[in-house]
Structure formats: structure tokens, C-alpha cells
């Protein structure tokens, strides 16, 4: 049963930096990936990215926002540079799972960018 745990998350100045960590508890054979919610909005894709794929990510992240995936340490990291206020949400660690596609969600972490 794959299990996720968000960390990282906290209050930053707008042009800051976070990164958020997602541990996982099962080999991913499938996509891994970070969705946010903001305020009033529906949850959105941030980045994703699959075993040796490309990553992907959604145009109000690209060339701030990293992916990165430590598959010995079971681990997926979300660098986070150039943060504005409207990136301030509540950010999901996901899992589709090969081979039925099941997703598996994290509980969340928030992310405030204020000043």
C-alpha cells in the first residue's frame, strides 16, 4: 500500500525559496508528482514526473519550480525558487500507480508566501 508524507512546507518572503520532500513508501512504477490547491481554486498540477521521463510542469511554474525524484532514498523533492504570493496553497504529493493507475494521495503541506 503505497503511503506518502509531505515535509518542507512553511511561510516565505515573496522572491524566496522553499523545498518541499515527499517520502514514499513503495517503489513507484507510474508518475510522482506535486498538485497544489489555492484559495478558492480546485486542486491543479504543479510538476510530475515518471520513471525515465521527462518532467513535466504546469506554466505558472516553469523556470522557478524543480522536480526531482531520489528513487534509492524514496524520496521526491519540489524546489521552489522565485515564490510569489500566489503561490501560497496547500501543496499534494501524488502517485498514479502502475498498472491499474491508481492514485495514492499525501495529506498536504502549506505553503505561505507573504510578507
Known amino acids: 500500500q503505497m503511503q506518502l508524507m509531505e515535509s ?3 511561510l516565505v518572503q515573496p522572491g524566496g525559496s522553499l523545498r518541499l520532500s515527499c517520502a514514499f513508501s513503495v517503489s513507484v512504477v507510474g508518475i510522482i508528482g506535486w498538485h497544489r490547491q489555492t484559495p478558492g481554486n480546485e486542486r ?6 515518471a520513471s525515465g521521463g521527462r518532467a513535466r510542469y504546469a506554466d505558472f511554474v516553469k523556470g ?3 522536480i526531482s525524484i531520489d528513487n534509492a532514498k524514496r524520496m521526491v523533492y519540489l524546489q521552489m525558487d522565485s515564490l510569489k ?6 501543496y499534494y504529493c501524488f502517485v498514479r500507480q502502475d498498472p491499474f493507475d491508481r ?3 499525501g495529506r498536504g503541506t502549506q505553503v505561505t508566501v507573504s510578507s
Open 44 to 49: 491543479e498540477l504543479v510538476a510530475q514526473t
Open 85 to 90: 504570493p500566489e503561490d501560497t496553497g496547500v
Open 103 to 105: 492514485i495514492y494521495w
Open 8 to 10: 518542507g512546507g512553511g
Open 64 to 66: 522557478r519550480f524543480t
